[in-house]
């Protein structure tokens, strides 16, 4: 037996409708997405290498990368491969079970990293929310609060920089140091204190006993391409042993190769005690790791944090054959020559057109500061690039960003440059008909 029953609709629904059989184009966002992007004119359909190709056939050289993700390019075929492959056997088990895939990339981050222990989820973010709630659960099992009944410890402070980017959970934006991400959010976690990046004195007076965890990027991505110095990871490292607080690594966007060792810690003689990965570790597939010491990762009991698709055995099989590309001499070779063509080609067109205050950067993580007179313009840039068939990031709305994929070759850095100064000459072109 049926009872009727009204569907009832909040009274502020709107009516709108669309029309479902016409053709997919950019104006379709417009009409069925959230308005939190603004992506660009064209839809790409296909990609091969650095190429890609939007729905009209038109092709771009791709110096974006999907921002920093696609580090073996577009349809590598080893990781094609690789993904077809675990899709014809098992997708999906949940992690009442274990898989082969996850357990082999486990242990091939393990053989290749600091860490013993790796825990698996599906983007920076969550590795990050992982990295923050594992540092916040072992400060309150090593330091309870006298008398504590519900895990209380008054080691609970996160130190983290400003300027920082660690993700959009309501945690992760907390504790990074843009404060444009958290506004209207509010009531915010709170126990997170921030301080200037490569700022040894402020840190100094940052860190105590009360805090668990002091969070870097060993390189700013989102926050406009800046290094940590190697002093001021050094002073990170130590005030983290002298404080009992742990020093983990966000290398969402400068690990996997990117800098063009396998992590960036490997460049800056310190050890972290967790280094967080996704981005460039699935080359386009949502994976991300929380990498850590068993000493660590103990404090991680059955039960105490987990997530649904974590250790995805089709994400890890694909991460798997990214791993294997990108920590081939090979690559990590490419990835330094690379990096001096990029720098030789950028001042070569600064020389030119004096747009540059600075090229900075490491590995083929570049950023190309613009000069006083373009000042937040980065967006002009992209889409002049965008006309020349060129895509390009920007980190900040002053610093033009490249991510190619690490195994990018000359010849595309070249054509790819040519683009680029295409789309620069340009925009200085309709600036001074403009100014005329
Ligand atoms: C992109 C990024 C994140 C967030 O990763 P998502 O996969 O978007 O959640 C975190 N930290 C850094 C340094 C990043 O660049």
Request: proline share 5%; hydrophobic share 40%; with cysteine.
């Amino acid at each position: 037996m049926t009872t009727e029953c009204k569907l009832l609709t909040p009274t502020t629904q709107s009516t709108q409708s669309t029309q479902a059989d016409a053709p997919i184009s950019r104006a379709t966002f417009d009409q069925v997405m959230v308005p939190n992007y603004a992506p660009g004119a064209f839809i790409p359909v296909r990609g091969h290498g650095s190429r890609l190709w939007d729905q009209s056939g038109r092709e771009f050289i791709d110096f974006a990368g999907g921002i920093a993700v696609s580090a073996v390019g577009h349809t590598h075929p080893k990781v094609v491969k690789a993904l077809t492959d675990q899709a014809n056997k098992i997708w999906h088990v949940a992690n009442v079970l274990t898989n082969e895939p996850a357990l082999a990339l486990a242990r091939s981050l393990v053989e290749k990293t600091f860490a013993d222990r790796v825990f698996f989820c599906n983007s920076g973010a969550e590795a990050n929310e992982a990295a923050l709630k594992l540092a916040r659960k072992v400060a309150s099992d090593n330091y309870p609060s006298p008398g504590a009944e519900h895990g209380e410890t008054e080691k609970f402070e996160i130190v983290s920089c400003l300027n920082s980017f660690h993700g959009r959970t309501l945690f992760t934006v907390s504790v990074g140091g843009q404060p444009k991400y958290t506004q209207g959010f509010g009531p915010l976690p709170s126990g997170i204190k921030h301080v200037p990046y490569n700022d040894i004195e402020a840190l100094r007076a940052a860190v105590s006993d009360k805090t668990c965890a002091v969070i870097v990027e060993p390189i700013q991505g989102e926050g406009g391409v800046t290094a940590a110095t190697k002093e001021y990871l050094h002073a990170v490292r130590e005030l983290c042993d002298q404080h009992h607080a742990l020093m983990i690594f966000d290398e969402v966007q400068s690990g996997a190769g990117r800098t063009g060792s396998l992590y960036a810690y490997m460049n800056c003689c310190a050890v972290p005690d967790i280094l967080t990965s996704a981005k460039g570790l699935g080359g386009g597939f949502p994976i991300g790791a929380m990498l850590t010491t068993e000493k660590i990762a103990a404090h991680f009991g059955v039960g105490s944090h987990g997530t649904t698709y974590g250790g995805n055995p089709l994400a890890c099989a694909v991460s798997l054959a990214v791993l294997d590309i990108i920590s081939a001499p090979e690559t990590l070779a490419n990835v330094a020559a690379r990096h001096d063509q990029f720098f030789a080609m950028l001042n070569e067109i600064n020389r030119k057109y004096g747009v540059f205050k600075e090229v900075r950067g490491q590995g083929l993580l570049i950023g190309a500061e613009l000069a006083e007179k373009w000042a937040g313009r980065g967006k002009d840039f992209v889409k002049a690039c965008e006309k020349q068939g060129l895509m390009i990031l920007i980190a900040g709305p002053n610093v033009l960003r490249f991510a190619p994929s690490l195994i990018i070759t000359q010849e595309d850095v070249e054509q790819g440059m040519k683009r680029f100064d295409a789309a620069v000459a340009e925009l200085l072109a309709a600036e001074t008909s403009v100014a005329a």
